[in-house]
């Protein structure tokens, strides 16, 4: 595989979506061949698998049902989109990825980072070149989305699980160079500068 992989991961209300349409129109205009896609969801099956996911009925899930159901909707986003796309030298650009799975089901479930990503082995071919982790206070995060539409079974969980996401993808991004960190506090312009600046200075983008 070429092509370049890059997500964007925060907890809920950090505004990826917005930093995703920005990135995606302006590596369209320079010439670039993008792919958005989103996680879970992405293809027919895993759209599905989303929908039971978030299911706010679906209270009895156990916590390693939902870490497999994760993965199960990622093997198949790599093997139907992703991986295809970056055979044909696209760009990926995805909205979460493996890391969502490390801070919401290993650190805020407590089931390990280590079980996460050993079991992700099986589902993704390639990490990402670069993650944009954009952090935001888990109270003001859960603000935004309340304003943005009704919250899924997640995002209906308790404030304390929300702050050990914060507080796990920050410790991620202290782990691992390849994780950016922006303030998701800053002006949406300003942070679309600072993604900008970082894809220049890694080389992953002219």
Do not use: C
């Amino acid at each position: 595989m070429s092509g370049i992989f890059i997500t964007m991961e925060g907890p809920d209300g950090s505004g990826k979506s917005t930093q995703i349409e920005l990135l995606k129109d302006y590596l369209s205009e320079k010439g670039y061949d993008i792919i958005v896609t989103r996680e879970p969801g992405g293809t027919q099956i895993s759209e599905k698998i989303r929908q039971i996911i978030l299911d706010k009925e679906n209270e009895k899930m156990s916590d390693m049902t939902e870490l497999m159901l994760y993965v199960a909707a990622r093997a198949q986003l790599v093997d139907e989109v992703i991986k295809p796309a970056l055979d044909k030298n696209q760009v990926v650009i995805s909205d979460r990825f493996v890391d969502s799975s490390a801070v919401y089901q290993g650190i805020a479930r407590g089931l390990g980072t280590k079980l996460v990503y050993e079991m992700n082995q099986y589902a993704i071919s390639r990490m990402p070149d670069i993650t944009f982790l954009l952090d935001l206070d888990a109270k003001e995060g859960i603000k935004r989305k309340k304003h943005q539409a009704a919250l899924d079974r997640l995002e209906l969980e308790k404030l304390s699980f929300h702050e050990k996401v914060v507080e796990g993808y920050r410790s991620l991004a202290q782990e691992q160079d390849r994780i950016v960190l922006i303030d998701a506090t800053l002006p949406k312009e300003t942070i679309f500068e600072r993604i900008i600046s970082v894809l220049q200075e890694r080389k992953i983008m002219k």
